[in-house]
């Protein structure tokens, strides 16, 4: 697929399907994760943690639903498939691990809408690592490490195939 059609038809999926994502399908997008960008390419300060285990997106999804005070809610969409970035935080440039987590997901979410498959975004949800120190330990970071951010991946329940028009939404100025 073209780069600028695949621009065009990612979208924010917050529906998804049971069924698991291939493994093919999760290499590629990992493959594309670990392509993107890093901040003075210190790659070993960047970690991913691939969660497919279902009980444990139940609790990481009750817990942060229950911080959200809607218990209803699914902070995760329901996606059998989570990719947290985590990283260690850079005292010497503040903030470069969520650019970087930026650029991974982004990478991240072009190949899923090229397999096919949907991706959304996850930042709010984390905070259940924050709550819960014991779900935080299930992750089993690296020391130094924590989330800072992820994408819920699965097959969508709407097929990803309306492209959008590729327009100036953000306002800028010409020098």
């Known amino acids: 697929m073209e780069t600028m059609k695949v621009i065009a038809m990612r979208k924010s999926t917050r529906s998804y399907k049971t069924e698991q994502i291939s493994d093919k399908a999760l290499t590629s997008i990992i493959s594309a994760g670990c392509a993107a960008p890093v901040g003075n390419g210190a790659y070993d300060s960047v970690h991913l943690t691939i969660i497919q285990n279902s009980d444990l997106l139940n609790k990481i999804s009750k817990t942060a639903a229950n911080i959200f005070g809607n218990p209803n809610t699914n902070p995760l969409y329901g996606a059998p498939t989570?990719?947290?970035?985590?990283?260690?935080?850079?005292?010497?440039?503040?903030?470069?691990?969520?650019?970087?987590?930026?650029?991974?997901?982004?990478?991240?979410?072009?190949?899923?809408?090229?397999?096919g498959i949907g991706s959304v975004y996850i930042l709010g949800a984390l905070c259940a690592f924050n709550a819960d120190k014991e779900l935080l330990k299930k992750l089993d970071l690296p020391d130094g490490f924590v989330p800072i951010s992820g994408i819920s991946l699965g097959y969508p329940t709407e097929p990803l195939s309306q492209e959008k028009e590729l327009k100036s939404t953000i306002k800028l100025n010409k020098i």
Do not use: G, Y
Not at 92 to 103: M, R, S, Y
Not at 105 to 113: C, F, G, R, S, V
């Open 82 to 115: 989570l990719i947290i970035v985590s990283s260690i935080p850079n005292k010497q440039f503040p903030n470069v691990e969520l650019a970087n987590a930026a650029c991974i997901i982004e990478n991240m979410t072009l190949a899923a809408t090229d397999a």
